[in-house]
């Protein structure tokens, strides 16, 4: 009887051959899933300032090296032992897995799986090993276990979500990350409360991820703040409800001044200044609670959260939290104002059995 296992593949990708040298399209080899494994073919992928940050050589540098881990795939084959996901299946990576088993994956306060920890080498996550050659046979180093920067990669499980496939793919890609992160900082970071006040520094993609998410939770005030104009007609499209450019405020306004007027003592006030980390994507979150008396002096009457990887809730539960969002905004469509981010190159082409 004929051998109906998976079997490797030959693809292109974009292949980083050492820090900060430009990506070349080469034909790479690509082994089947092993045990508790997924071969996705990648449909379209995004980048990502991590990507850029390991491109960099800035962390765990390891060359030649396939980048990406924020992309929109589908279901190749599956390895031993994977339930709830089969062939033909729509999908997105994230590069924190989640067992669903262990302490922190049944905790509401972490996201920081100890069933399958998250490793900055290179190696998949449950024995370390490479999935990714060059035709000679020479290995090609992965990303954060993801890499989506070729038509074909190698993911473990429990960094999969199944997503509906009537998520457009070039949206569907960017939430594996900068939406989970976004998302996650304003439900889990900031733990939102309906008619919570908001401000949010940088509409970048990950801040208007947190504008998704305030909305989410209810916050009836979001107040954007960047220094490019054309952000406002994107923040309001995700959410924001009051835009604020800097540069167009003199000394004697401020933030507050576009809060409600009111009893402070109140009112919950929250800030989340939204940063890019060396890392994913970080974000500390100053808050003040009700009826908290407040101190004017830096630092002083305030509780602060920093940023975690890739947003501090379970990240599988997140980016379906930001799939049932983009549902419900589904009668506002928007365009997304990254253009630069809506990557299709990746998924192109052909690919052959080696």
Not at 140 to 150: E, G, I, M, Y
Not at 190 to 214: D, M, Y
């Amino acid at each position: 009887m004929e051998d109906q296992s998976p079997k490797p593949i030959r693809c292109k990708a974009a292949v980083c051959r050492g820090a900060g040298e430009p990506l070349t399209i080469e034909e790479i080899v690509v082994d089947p899933p092993k045990a508790y494994e997924v071969r996705v073919k990648v449909i379209c992928t995004s980048l990502c300032h991590t990507d850029i940050t390991f491109w960099r050589g800035n962390v765990s540098p390891a060359f030649p090296r396939i980048l990406g881990h924020e992309a929109y795939g589908v279901v190749e084959s599956v390895g031993e032992h994977v339930e709830g996901l089969a062939a033909g299946d729509a999908v997105v990576p994230t590069i924190v897995g989640q067992c669903g088993h262990c302490t922190t994956c049944l905790s509401e306060d972490s996201n920081r799986c100890e069933g399958v920890p998250t490793i900055l080498g290179p190696g998949m996550r449950r024995d370390g090993t490479g999935r990714f050659w060059d035709p000679q046979g020479n290995p090609v180093h992965d990303l954060l276990a993801v890499s989506t920067f070729s038509q074909y990669t190698v993911i473990d499980v429990s960094q999969l979500s199944k997503l509906d496939p009537a998520v457009p793919p070039k949206l569907g890609c960017l939430i594996s990350c900068g939406g989970a992160t976004g998302v996650g900082a304003a439900w889990k970071a900031a733990r939102l409360k309906p008619g919570s006040s908001v401000a949010i520094f940088g509409l970048g993609a990950v801040g208007l991820s947190v504008a998704q998410g305030a909305k989410m939770c209810g916050a009836s005030k979001i107040i954007g703040v960047d220094l490019n104009p054309d952000k406002e007609k994107f923040g309001k499209a995700f959410g924001v409800t009051d835009f604020v450019n800097p540069s167009k405020l003199d000394k004697n306004n401020s933030i507050s001044g576009v809060s409600d007027q009111g009893d402070e003592r109140r009112r919950r006030r929250l800030q989340l200044r939204v940063h890019r980390r060396a890392l994913g994507h970080g974000r500390s979150v100053q808050k003040h609670q009700e009826g908290e008396q407040q101190d004017d002096r830096p630092g002083r009457g305030e509780g602060q959260c920093r940023g975690a990887l890739a947003g501090p809730g379970p990240p599988v539960r997140q980016v379906h939290h930001g799939v049932v969002l983009g549902r419900a905004q589904a009668q506002d469509p928007h365009p997304y104002p990254r253009q630069e981010m809506h990557e299709q190159g990746a998924g192109a082409g052909r690919a052959g059995h080696a």
